[in-house]
Every structure is written in structure tokens, then in C-alpha cells.
């Protein structure tokens, strides 16, 4: 078994507000799927269907090249939206909630109105 730490080097200032229930322990399996499993191998299987992919600039978890160049091999149907952000975390944030909600009217239209 394997600290989550040890698998994704997540910075102090995420591991304050995390649940207590969290999980902290993984089977090395798990770290050894994360290194290597690359989604731009497999992301361009989605089209034609549409594709958001959000990535904070400032990802100090995460590079945002990996945003990048998963929606570049992603192709047309991916919207790629890299706010000026440094959370990695960012839900709740007002302007990743306005961008999902409109790519969802978009791509996922309410019926019947």
C-alpha cells in the first residue's frame, strides 16, 4: 500500500481542507495505472461527441501541458477553457460554474421547453 502523497504530490495548502473520511492508502497498482495510463491515446475515441476540458494555469498539481496536449489529440469537438486560476481543485469558482453550465446549454440542450 502506498500514501496518497507518495502517488500525487498534493501541497500543504490542498491537504487542509480535505474530508476526513478520505481515503490515504492505494494498492501500488493504483499509482502504477496513474503512470502509466496516457488519455491523449484514447481521448480522440470520444468524437464526435463534445468535450470540455477545464485546466487552471496555475495547477501546481498538475501541468496545464497536460490539458494541452490532451485536447490537441482530443481534436475539433474538444473546447479546451485554461482560466487564469491556481486552484487545482476549482469547482465552486463562479466563472468555471458560468463556462460549464453554458457548454452544457450548448452540447446538452434542455428538452420539452
Not at 21 to 48: G, K, R
Not at 63 to 86: R, T, W
Not at 92 to 107: A, K, M, P, Q, Y
Request: overall charge negative.
Amino acid at each position: 500500500m502506498l500514501h496518497r502523497y507518495d502517488i500525487v504530490n498534493l501541497p500543504e495548502h490542498y491537504r487542509a481542507g480535505l474530508p476526513k473520511n478520505f481515503v490515504f492508502e492505494f494498492p501500488a497498482e493504483t499509482a502504477i495505472s496513474m503512470l502509466t495510463y496516457h488519455p491523449e491515446d484514447v481521448v480522440a475515441h470520444i468524437a464526435p461527441r463534445p468535450l470540455l476540458v477545464i485546466h487552471s494555469r496555475g495547477d501546481d498539481v498538475v501541468p496545464v501541458s497536460e490539458s494541452e496536449h490532451m485536447a490537441q489529440a482530443a481534436g475539433d469537438n474538444c473546447e479546451l477553457f485554461i482560466p487564469e486560476s491556481s486552484n487545482h481543485f476549482g469547482s465552486g469558482e463562479s466563472e468555471l460554474i458560468r463556462v460549464t453550465l453554458d457548454w452544457l446549454g450548448r452540447h446538452l440542450p434542455a428538452v420539452g421547453k
